[in-house]
């Protein structure tokens, strides 16, 4: 091969690599995505089932990672999951450790002012996990001097507690099954947390707690996003209303909560996924 050709292919191959570049950098912004060689890394806590977990191998499964794979697909780069605690996932999407949050987090207007957010792709809503025995029917019965309310750091429920319950004691906890047990052992009168978790908890300690599920604060999840990242937010929208149309979430719910989807049918309430 001449000189003239290798210097040829040599500057074919130098714009296809600088085309490569720029098309992720458009993508994704200025952001770890770009410093991963086109990699988008997803941030979630994988300690809420059956949506971040992991497997007997230690590996991230659940609702929120195949969702964050089929992403990937469309987008057409790699996924990688990036465990993190609830609370660490908006400062560590906002410094670029992080490209996307898929952790089952609810688009609040609080949330908003930090970062962007998709299109939901869930709608839930606040309920209650109460002591069997407890006298309590809503929310309007725990806020009264002497009773306890267990929340999670960083969640709704905790900036509800914070905001509108001014006479229970609010018991802030950084674990889900900390909260739960709290009611378990009678020490709180109620554990605040979206509707299918809520109904799990209760059918795993059905002796001891009653799940009150009718929802008195209407929610959404969707996919946080880096503020000024318009081009990957569009990009996002577009696949969530395609994998919607193609039965992607009616698929998930199947092979993740099929129990709860027969289970919410015969107590009368909305599947939202």
């Given at each position: ?126 309920c209650l996990l109460v002591r069997k025995n407890s006298p309590v029917l809503g929310i309007s019965d725990l806020d009264k001097p002497g009773m306890t309310v ?114 919410f049918k015969r107590l009368g309430y909305q599947f939202f996924l």
């Amino acid at each position: 091969m001449g000189t003239e050709t290798c210097s040829r292919s040599f500057f074919q191959g130098a714009i296809i690599c600088l085309c490569s570049l720029l098309i992720v950098s458009v993508l994704y912004g200025s952001s770890a995505a770009t410093e991963n060689n086109g990699m988008l890394i997803v941030g979630m806590e994988l300690a809420y089932p059956p949506f971040e977990m992991t497997d007997t191998k230690g590996q991230p499964t659940g609702v929120s990672v195949d969702l964050a794979k089929a992403l990937g697909t469309a987008l057409g780069v790699q996924v990688r999951i990036q465990n993190m605690a609830f609370d660490g996932l908006i400062p560590s999407l906002k410094t670029g450790k992080i490209d996307l949050i898929i952790s089952s987090m609810t688009a609040t207007a609080e949330r908003a002012q930090s970062i962007d957010f998709s299109d939901p792709y869930l709608h839930t809503g606040l309920c209650l996990l109460v002591r069997k025995n407890s006298p309590v029917l809503g929310i309007s019965d725990l806020d009264k001097p002497g009773m306890t309310v267990a929340v999670k750091k960083g969640t709704t429920g905790h900036t509800y507690a914070r905001k509108q319950l001014h006479y229970a004691r609010v018991l802030v906890l950084d674990k889900e099954a900390a909260a739960v047990l709290e009611v378990v052992q009678g020490k709180a009168d109620a554990f605040i947390y979206d509707q299918m978790s809520t109904y799990s908890n209760w059918q795993r300690n059905p002796m001891t707690t009653r799940a009150i599920l009718k929802p008195f604060q209407q929610e959404s999840w969707a996919i946080g996003i880096r503020k000024g990242n318009d081009p990957l937010k569009t990009r996002i929208n577009v696949f969530l209303k395609e994998y919607r149309a193609k039965g992607g979430f009616e698929k998930l719910g199947d092979k993740w909560l099929k129990e709860q989807k027969l289970q919410f049918k015969r107590l009368g309430y909305q599947f939202f996924l």
